[in-house]
């Protein structure tokens, strides 16, 4: 089971994973730990990451990136009007009010949804995941900002169905980073004593968030939450932007804001040169060649300079700090620590800002690109079953406070109730009891419009069906739970009836819960509950052995309906599902044919070079040309006709041109490797020849091998040789033109064969005789007796001789170890010189007594 976190940034995207015992942040297959958050359309298929970013310039009308604010928001959302006219791409409204992205995609134009754009970047990830992990990847912890509303993070989460991803949490990026943190501290709290606070800052591309977390031992709560929507790198490129837009305009007589393509290069350009800023304070050049009209374009900055154009911006930094301190109700003094993450907090002056509020210096100890990505593989890592992680809990908080409204009978006909209040903790369940004859619906809502990021505040409307009064006629007890789940998205997540029933029962003195009036004004007793229980049994009270009524709860199988705004519906993601995975199959389908073309071309061009190099004596001089002539029409072939061509076509030309390429290129590598198989083959067989003569010589050492079996031996070294001279006879008649008679896998199979036979033989050992213990002299007579010894030594020689045959019968076995190599002789300095006659070969020999068998 795998363990990922995925970081999804306005700009770029992170992936964390949990391996190795730790958590690694992967690359992608530019070997790059940073994918950018872009997705490029074109006419056959789509580029995603790195490759989509690469046609930025060149498709910018069918490459989307920035879309992240979108998701959730209606196109006449205020915030997509004002980003729409800084995008290159178009967006379109949808018929449910939601924002579209128009491009042109299969040669058609087509509409997708936000949902459907971040799915297909959450399926980059997850290819990267796959490749990274070797195996699937289904679980998942994604990154949101902490002031994503409810439709928003609604929508990340249908965006992760889209892809195919189990999505176990949707987990703020400052909760992220605060877990990536903390987990790892072991001089922490213990939980009675006070909490040690630290804030986390992360200023991104496109938005700034604060919060202070308190941490103990094994646990984190995250005290508040702030930030600010529209504060982020981006806008100090921006500011960068303008000025050499004006600049160029004055120096170069040219309207760079006419040309999208020239404006996305001089963001690109705008953002390098902020960076090398962060780094130097000098003035530093920025260049453009080929800008507009193939006019060349140059300028200058310093931070100095930047600081100035940018000070509206820094003005801000300070304003989310101030409200965080303020919600916590803490002090300055009461923070241990200012953790910064993000990349726009590698700017100087953000940095002097952030530490002059809070009065002491800011910690750098986590990657401020990496921290959220690790603290979303660590969340994933503890709810998964899979890997054991040290027990540490995580609360989080409710940003906007939530109310929910029903209607009642009273002259005002609305009941309104605050169900969990700003930085209320999270996740988190409530049971809200109402009295009802009929049925009601509930409708829920952020209760500070003005707070919200957000123009609706509306969060959906949830229907309690099948209610009906008791048979007496008064109103039937409902209890409604609602729920902010670990996704931070609000859900009424049952409603259950309370029927009384008559029956004999002691008087007893339990509290009973607050009852309301027949007509169910509306004032719902709010109850914190467990988060299991979304019922429990009241008793009402009467005189003392009168007959009471119990309540006994009956859940009805389908009590509710929700309809939350803006959201995509089961069906509607179904739909979406089968189209994502339409287009990965196209996309598989034009990767295959790309990579069959390249594979033509590639072959072109390193077979051409080859000719004229190392392959030009292999080949005759008629068979070049008519080779050569066919790679050059094979190559316009791919520029012309062979544009765009099904995959079978080009897997036919190739094995056209390996047909008449691979036999020079047989030629070239067995004349290369040809010499030293030979040289091995003699050696061999010039070592067995020795051991061969040994036992002849009746070296005292063989004497137990009989002679049927070296005879076999003898044979075998005889053959190798017969067969070693008549191959090297009958290649030498033949040019390098032609094809070899012999290859070095026959060589090489001729040397296996040759060892199979003759080291069962040669690593035989002899067998050893024990001697008797002597028991008194008749015994040591007999043991000292020649006919006594001569039997032992026959028997000794009738075990070895059985041992031989054994293994010779067996040879098949193809032994492995090489006994007679020459990694046995250890003095090298006793080698005698022996010539071979063939090839003009010298091998080197060891006398026999050298040789370890």
Not at 167 to 180: M, P
Not at 283 to 288: A, G, T
Not at 632 to 639: C, Q, R, S, V
Not at 776 to 792: G, I, K, L, V
Request: proline share 4%; hydrophobic share 35%; net charge negative.
């Amino acid at each position: 089971m795998s363990v990922v976190g995925i970081d999804v940034g306005y700009q770029n995207c992170y992936i964390g994973v949990a391996r190795s015992g730790g958590i690694e942040t992967i690359a992608n297959e530019y070997s790059d730990r940073c994918t950018p958050a872009c997705v490029s359309l074109a006419s056959k298929n789509r580029m995603i990451g790195n490759a989509a970013k690469s046609q930025m310039t060149t498709n910018f009308k069918n490459t989307v990136h920035g879309f992240k604010k979108f998701h959730g928001r209606a196109f006449d959302d205020p915030l997509v009007q004002v980003e729409k006219p800084k995008l290159p791409y178009s967006l379109h409204k949808l018929p449910n009010g939601n924002t579209g992205i128009k491009v042109r995609y299969l040669d058609e134009d087509k509409v997708f949804t936000v949902e459907q754009i971040t799915g297909m970047l959450l399926t980059k990830l997850k290819e990267t995941s796959e490749s990274a992990l070797k195996k699937p990847v289904v679980d998942c912890v994604v990154s949101v900002p902490s002031f994503f509303t409810d439709a928003e993070r609604r929508s990340v989460f249908d965006a992760t169905q889209i892809a195919g991803l189990n999505c176990l949490r949707l987990i703020n990026d400052t909760t992220a980073v605060a877990l990536a943190y903390g987990i790892y501290k072991q001089d922490l709290p213990t939980p009675e004593e006070r909490p040690r606070n630290v804030v986390f800052v992360d200023m991104g591309h496109s938005s700034f968030q604060v919060s202070i977390t308190a941490f103990n031992k094994g646990k984190l709560k995250v005290l508040a939450t702030a930030f600010d929507l529209y504060l982020g790198g981006r806008n100090m490129d921006e500011a960068l932007v303008d000025y050499f837009c004006e600049e160029f305009k004055n120096k170069y007589k040219i309207n760079v804001r006419e040309n999208p393509r020239a404006l996305l290069r001089l963001h690109q350009e705008c953002e390098k040169l902020k960076k090398l800023m962060s780094a130097n304070s000098s003035d530093l050049p920025l260049n453009i060649e080929c800008f507009m009209n193939d006019i060349d374009v140059s300028g200058r900055m310093n931070r100095g300079q930047f600081e100035d154009m940018s000070a509206q911006y820094l003005m801000r930094v300070e304003m989310p700090l101030k409200a965080v301190l303020e919600q916590s109700k803490l002090s300055r003094d009461d923070i241990y620590a200012v953790e910064i993450v993000g990349g726009a907090t590698r700017i100087p002056a953000v940095k002097e800002r952030i530490a002059k509020f809070f009065g002491k210096d800011i910690s750098t100890t986590l990657n401020a690109d990496e921290a959220v990505a690790r603290g979303c593989a660590l969340q994933c890592a503890i709810l998964s079953p899979a890997f054991k992680v040290r027990e540490f809990s995580i609360t989080d908080v409710v940003p906007f406070p939530i109310t929910l409204r029903w209607k009642t009978p009273t002259e005002d006909g609305v009941g309104e109730c605050e169900v969990f209040s700003k930085n209320h903790a999270a996740p988190f369940s409530k049971v809200i009891t109402f009295h009802k004859k009929e049925p009601f619906d509930l409708e829920a809502f952020y209760s500070c419009p003005q707070e919200l990021p957000y123009p609706d505040h509306r969060i959906g409307c949830f229907s309690v069906q099948n209610v009906a009064p008791q048979p007496e006629g008064e109103s039937s007890k409902v209890k409604v739970k609602v729920r902010v789940n670990v996704h931070g998205i609000f859900s009424v997540s049952s409603a259950s009836l309370i029927e009384k029933q008559k029956g004999e029962g002691e008087d007893m003195q339990i509290d009973s819960e607050p009852m309301v009036d027949q007509e169910g004004q509306g004032q719902g007793d709010q109850q914190n509950e467990d988060n299991s229980s979304s019922s429990k049994v009241s008793w009402t009270s009467f005189n003392k052995k009168s007959i009471c009524f119990h309540t006994v709860t009956k859940k009805v199988r389908k009590i509710y309906e929700y309809c939350c705004y803006l959201l995509l519906s089961c069906d509607i993601v179904c739909v979406f599902l089968s189209s994502q995975h339409q287009m990965i199959i196209q996309d598989k389908l034009v990767k295959e044919q790309n990579d069959a073309k390249n594979a033509v071309e590639e072959y072109v061009y390193d077979l051409r070079d080859k000719l004229c190099g190392i392959y030009e004596k292999y080949i005759t001089e008629d068979d070049s040309n008519r080779l050569t002539l066919m790679l050059e029409d094979t190559e316009n072939w791919l520029y012309e006709d062979g544009e765009d061509q099904p995959k079978q076509v080009y897997e036919e030309k190739l094995d056209a041109l390996k047909r008449l390429g691979q036999p020079i290129q047989v030629r070239h590598r067995e004349h290369e490797d040809r010499p030293r198989a030979f040289e091995e083959l003699g050696k061999k067989l010039q070592i067995y020849m020795k051991f061969v003569d040994s036992y002849k010589q009746k070296d005292e050492r063989y004497l137990h091998l009989s002679a049927e079996e070296m005879s076999i031996v003898e044979r075998c070294v005889k053959e190798g040789m017969v067969w070693l001279n008549s191959r090297l006879n009958a290649q030498s008649k033949l040019g390098v033109t032609q094809d070899p008679i012999v290859k070095v896998a026959d060589i090489i199979d001729k040397i296996q064969e040759l060892e199979d036979v003759c080291n069962q033989g040669s690593t035989c050992q002899k067998p050893t005789v024990e001697e008797a213990p002597e028991v008194n002299d008749q015994n040591s007579e007999a043991h000292n007796d020649p006919a006594a010894r001569q039997a032992a030594e026959g028997k000794g020689d009738a075990k070895g001789n059985q041992c031989l045959r054994s293994k010779l019968r067996n040879h098949h076995a193809f032994p492995t170890t090489d006994h007679l190599d020459s990694r046995h002789i250890n003095n090298w300095d006793h080698f005698s010189i022996v010539t071979s006659n063939f090839c003009g070969l010298v091998l080197l020999c060891p006398p026999l007594d050298l040789l370890t068998f």
